[in-house]
């Protein structure tokens, strides 16, 4: 099995890893636009050449497309267009209707699997990648009959190789629930750095007073930009109820604070500790 | 050195775990409301005995009050009432105008010493008590002035014991910075699961699709509806602002994101990035 990565970053670099230790891919060839980054990729050993997208498909089984949403419709278009391809094509992203629709009208669509792997970390670039990131980790593939069976069956084996669980859903489903359970976290996180940085001028009572909480909380706001900015654009559609509701609840927290009603603010607190119960895997319903 | 700890909890009986391990302490002492609290400290080994906050004072050297902000006040006051008091009396709450106020004028006013540990979990409880929770931790003490030196000194070489850091703040400027730097990441994270708990009816769907990007976001709200009413209540004039702010920089988000205006979308978050190089400590003012 002879492996093609396209964009050398976190989730590239992961896939690449695990792919070779598990033993799914004998060969892996990777392009980034970044000349650094297949530098980089070499010498950590996550590729073993360097590749260009117009030879790639000519050459590989499956082509892994892990690059910022935006830039990812055109280049999983150009594969497809490539008339040499042979290979499938899936991608990573975190949105997945924007994608699904560009191609839905291809004759070559059936190349192509829409997936998306809920890992990752802060970090950016082949140095943030790691072992056993997708290890128990949710892989959400979308439009399974839309793909070849052949096509399907190799990037459903790549992440059952990574140890992943796979769950199917549409693709507007996938986007209506990543706008609530992940964007919309980011875009907490982002907003909460900007209020900290604008309101404290001084950078070490920042560091000083900042416990594991604000760390926590603030972790995703060290994200990339590039990244992230084409993700929340191709989202809006959900992201902007989602950001909606959110002002909402922080609404109310400030309404509750401001007439000093204490047991509504404490009624608030009670109800989100839920998510402890779920988050531990303790299902009521589902 | 005999220590008394009142409110066996994460933070209490974190502080009994060190107090014993450094040599600081020799006995430990504590109270908790709670009778299975006490309990578990006891089986914990976290305090030797078990003690009234009646007769506690007239037979240790310090008193630690660890329990929640408002109740914390009246205890505070108590004990400085009590004429057989000899104790040093120190709180670690999250805020400090207010009990600084509450006692300003009291005749025992210098036997307090109002201190904040900077240090935490989202778990409660004596079970939720760990070794070096404050090792390498900010530990702000407020209106040193107006604590006596013998009393002032023996709860800075508690938190030199605890290997913490010690900074000297006034207390509105505290409850400031803590307004931005914690009880603002309270509000948005409690805010965070409530709304997706809102909108996200299936249980299973949150488990399964919720990477550790929401995971580290909404974990703060687990935190204790009992700890937490009071502290944002208490320092809702600074709060509140802070709020206000955070929704602002969240509408922005919203109007750019309508907009489609994604040069100033990526702009915010390649500020918001600056909080990764604060937080690794590389700070270019302070």
Chains 1, 2 share one sequence.
Not at 123 to 148: M, R, W
Request: proline share 2%.
């Amino acid at each position: 099995m002879k492996l093609g990565i396209i964009g050398l970053g976190l989730i590239g670099g992961s896939i690449a890893k695990d792919a070779r230790t598990s033993g799914f891919a004998s060969t892996i060839v990777g392009y980034d636009k970044n000349k650094q980054h297949i530098n980089e990729a070499l010498s950590l050993g996550l590729i073993d050449n360097a590749e260009t997208i117009a030879n790639m498909n000519a050459t590989v089984d499956l082509i892994i497309v892990a690059i910022p949403v935006d830039v990812a419709r055109n280049v999983v278009v150009d594969l497809l267009n490539q008339e040499s391809g042979i290979a499938t094509i899936t991608d990573v992203g975190s949105t997945k209707s924007g994608i699904c629709k560009r191609i839905e009208n291809h004759p070559k669509r059936q190349m192509f699997v829409a997936g998306h792997p809920i890992a990752g970390t802060e970090n950016a670039g082949p140095s943030a990648a790691v072992d056993h990131l997708f290890n128990n980790k949710t892989v959400i593939l979308c439009e399974q009959e839309k793909s070849s069976k052949a096509s399907f069956d190799l990037v459903k084996n790549l992440y059952i190789k990574l140890v992943a669980n796979i769950r199917l859903m549409d693709a507007e489903d996938h986007d209506r629930h990543m706008a609530y359970v992940s964007h919309l976290s980011h875009i907490s996180s982002f907003a909460l750095g900007l209020t900290v940085l604008d309101m404290e001028k001084n950078e070490k009572t920042i560091f000083d007073m900042a416990g594991s909480g604000f760390s926590s909380t603030v972790r995703l706001a060290k994200s990339s930009p590039e990244m992230w900015t084409p993700i929340l654009e191709h989202n809006s559609e959900y992201l902007i109820p989602a950001l909606e509701q959110y002002i909402d609840q922080l609404q109310d927290f400030k309404t509750f604070l401001k007439h000093k009603k204490t047991a509504d603010i404490y009624q608030l607190m009670a109800n989100a500790n839920e998510i402890r119960r779920i988050l531990k895997g303790d299902i009521q319903n589902g």
